[in-house]
């Protein structure tokens, strides 16, 4: 599964869009998470641990994260807690770890609409992506509907397609990103369009792929001297006044919808 990068695509074309507003608090449920016109076909509230849930930890052997981020992926760094799924990037002991999870064992499907009820902690260089990945690893595809630092206010959405990974992007400033928002993405036959509260602000026009595709959601803490080093970072690689040593972001729900 792909990595934070957070970095702009060389094919962007970003949208003109507006600040979001603060929305609801944390521990909404299926019945919250209703869209008329669409229907709910999966719902993951996070009520159980990932193991019950079917859920799977990124991280078996502790794996370099790569893409410009520092230390190892760890499974200890996914998990649930009070009806929230927390993804964390932390330091400990001298080394960075970063989480990640996906639903590649439980559900994934052929285009439709995907919403992920989120909020992000304040920390300085550390960076995420919310992507859908396809279930048979054929890459290409994939589709990252949110992705960039945890900080913002940039929020990128990337279509990945073709061997030779041509890409087309659109970007958001969302200057609350400590509040909670869901982020969303409708995949259609010739279309994308990400949403931010049920609001579109960015789409792609090209024919799309049909290929089943499973969410996945993955942190690093970007290596000031590595190959994003351009981009946001973490201040000398350490936690420090703007990175805490950890960092969690909070899931409330993932939903999956079809027209109707």
Do not use: C
Request: no cysteine.
């Amino acid at each position: 599964t792909a990595a934070p990068s957070g970095e702009p695509s060389a094919s962007a074309s970003p949208s003109d869009a507006g600040t979001a507003t603060p929305s609801q608090p944390s521990g909404q449920g299926r019945s919250d998470a209703q869209i008329n016109g669409w229907s709910i076909d999966y719902f993951e509230g996070f009520d159980s641990s990932l193991e019950d849930l079917g859920w799977e930890h990124y991280g078996w052997g502790d794996p370099s994260v790569g893409h410009g981020a520092m230390g190892v992926m760890s499974r200890k760094n996914s998990f649930t807690q009070n009806g929230e799924l927390i993804v964390r990037t932390q330091y400990q002991d001298g080394q960075w770890s970063a989480g990640g999870t996906s639903s590649e064992n439980v559900f994934a499907a052929s285009r439709g609409r995907w919403e992920v009820r989120a909020k992000f902690p304040r920390a300085k260089g550390i960076g995420y992506v919310f992507l859908l990945w396809p279930q048979d690893q054929g890459w290409p595809p994939e589709i990252d509907f949110a992705e960039g630092r945890v900080n913002g206010p940039r929020v990128e959405g990337t279509y990945h397609w073709d061997p030779d990974n041509k890409q087309a992007q659109q970007v958001l400033d969302n200057d609350d990103m400590g509040g909670w928002h869901t982020y969303g993405v409708i995949v259609e036959d010739n279309l994308i369009t990400f949403t931010l509260d049920g609001q579109e602000w960015g789409r792609i026009e090209r024919s799309i792929t049909d290929k089943r595709m499973f969410f996945g959601v993955q942190t690093g803490a970007m290596d000031p001297n590595g190959d994003a080093k351009q981009y946001e970072t973490v201040d000398g690689g350490v936690p420090g006044p703007l990175t805490p040593a950890v960092s969690d972001i909070q899931i409330d729900y993932v939903a999956h919808y079809t027209r109707g």
